[in-house]
T-cell receptor
Framework: KAGVTQTPRYLIKTRGQQVTLSCSPISGHRSVSWYQQTPGQGLQFLFE???????NKGNFPGRFSGRQFSNSRSEMNVSTLELGDSALYLC????????????FGPGTRLTVL | TQLLEQSPQFLSIQEGENLTVYCNSS?????LQWYRQEPGEGPVLLVT?????EVKKLKRLTFQFGDARKDSSLHITAAQPGDTGLYLC?????FGKGTLLTVNP
């Protein structure tokens, strides 16, 4: 069974631009969560989607948004990029939004210049 | 807000030594997960512990879930350089900041 895939793996943007990251969950998994990982803050939860509905949301500004499609694939968007948005963005999938165990993709490394 | 605190934050040991890392919370978790992450990659699931007092073994790694389901530990016996990485404990959507383990040959 294929794992979680994320595209692109690396991205360089400049301040003020916007970016869209993509995540394809493990086949059969319907829940997708997004995390931001930085050296200082560790993994911080952004949001979780299940059946195209946002189920949980972390404490991030409205510039961070996401969505999930009917095939469970998910995208997250960051608008008006700031230098502090530079991070590893991780997507995780699980069978259900009630499931505790998540499986992570390799991440997208975003650098904002 | 549920928080998970991990200790130590950094650990550098020689090959063959034993070590224990800890994950503590003031909140009760229905389960805890342990992950290992290598630089530039996503965390890889090692184990999920569900029952208070549960002990799970994965080769040289032993995981324990506290009786009250508020804490967990990971013990590595005879560490090897391949064990090097960031060890993260997690409860649902909450992650500890991790223990960065370096095993020197």
């Amino acid at each position: 069974k294929a794992g979680v895939t994320q595209t692109p793996r690396y991205l360089i943007k400049t301040r003020g631009q916007q970016v869209t990251l993509s995540c394809s969950p493990i086949s059969g998994h319907r829940s997708v969560s997004w995390y931001q990982q930085t050296p200082g803050q560790g993994l911080q939860f952004l949001f979780e989607y299940f059946s195209e509905t946002q189920r949980n949301k972390g404490n991030f500004p409205g510039r961070f948004s996401g969505r999930q499609f009917s095939n469970s694939r998910s995208e997250m968007n960051v608008s008006t990029l700031e230098l502090g948005d530079s991070a590893l963005y991780l997507c995780a999938s699980s069978f259900s939004w009630r499931a505790d165990t998540q499986y992570f993709g390799p991440g997208t490394r975003l650098t904002v210049l | 807000t549920q928080l998970l605190e991990q200790s130590p934050q950094f650990l550098s040991i020689q090959e063959g030594e034993n070590l224990t890392v800890y994950c503590n919370s003031s909140s009760v978790f229905s389960s805890l997960q342990w992950y290992r992450q290598e630089p530039g990659e996503g965390p890889v699931l090692l184990v999920t512990v569900v029952t208070g007092g549960e002990v799970k073994k994965l080769k040289r790694l032993t995981f324990q879930f506290g009786d009250a389901r508020k804490d967990s530990s990971l013990h590595i016996t005879a560490a090897q350089p391949g064990d090097t990485g960031l060890y993260l404990c997690a409860g649902k959507l909450t992650f500890g900041k991790g223990t960065l383990l370096t095993v020197n040959p």
